[in-house]
């Protein structure tokens, strides 16, 4: 069961650009989603990814999944949670995206874990962006609006990778344009917001320094 005989090249390409981009979203919930339904028998897998659906594997995404689907909805949290696992999300989006062609050549593989190394690296950061310019609204409703939504289109592109591949690819694709266009914006909104709060706090110190003391003849 789930050798690469059982899929054709446009179903793994699907499945890696779909692991990849999905990794830099919800890592968690990918592996935990991917290794499950291959747990169940509902899906078959690469023999590179079938590791996913061991019981222990299973045990530990599943808790990770369960941390990460709360820590995402604290505003905050979501953000710090983000900034942590910049360095956990994007290689492994690059490794799972690698593992749909384990038993393909060395050079098939070390393409898939640049495309899903880069497409994982384009999500995370367009997510974590703009999840930081949401944070800066007090309300959390915005916050939990694109946390269940961002489940939502990680859960979509995964059932098209092995429903519907082209489909699967053609939504990839978009999703890279929208990031193309995003992220520039959201890191601009960024800077200008740390301009300002940099500026704000020069001129509270320049205040502080400025107001005479208990001994100056001003008083």
């Known amino acids: 069961m789930g050798g690469l005989e059982q899929f054709d090249v446009w179903q793994l390409t699907a499945l890696a650009a779909a692991l990849?981009?999905?990794?830099?979203?919800?890592?968690?919930?990918?592996?935990?989603?991917?290794?499950?339904?291959?747990?169940?028998?509902?899906?078959?897998?690469?023999?590179?990814?079938?590791?996913?659906?061991?019981?222990?594997?299973?045990?530990?995404?599943?808790?990770?999944?369960?941390?990460?689907?709360?820590?995402?909805?604290?505003?905050?949290?979501?953000?710090?949670w983000d900034a942590v696992h910049t360095f956990i999300r994007i290689p492994a989006g690059a490794a799972l995206a690698a593992s749909v062609f384990g038993d393909a050549s060395a050079a098939a593989g070390v393409a898939a874990a640049i495309l899903g190394g880069t497409l994982a690296a384009g999500s995370h950061l367009a997510k974590t962006g703009s999840r930081a310019v949401i944070n800066t609204s007090p309300e959390p409703f915005s916050n939990w609006a694109a946390s269940f939504g961002e489940e939502l289109a990680v859960g979509t592109v995964l059932w098209l990778a092995f429903a519907h591949p082209i489909a699967a690819l053609v939504v990839v694709g978009l999703l890279v344009l929208l990031m193309i266009w995003l992220i520039p914006k959201v890191w601009r909104f960024i800077r200008r917001l740390l301009g300002r709060f940099v500026d704000g706090s020069a001129g509270t110190r320049r205040d502080a320094t400025a107001m005479p003391t208990r001994n100056s003849p001003d008083v």
Do not use: C
């Open 20 to 80: 990849g981009w999905a990794s830099g979203i919800r890592l968690y919930a990918v592996l935990f989603i991917v290794g499950g339904l291959g747990f169940l028998h509902w899906i078959d897998l690469p023999g590179g990814l079938q590791l996913l659906a061991h019981p222990w594997v299973l045990t530990a995404s599943g808790f990770m999944f369960f941390v990460e689907f709360f820590a995402d909805k604290i505003p905050g949290v979501d953000t710090l």
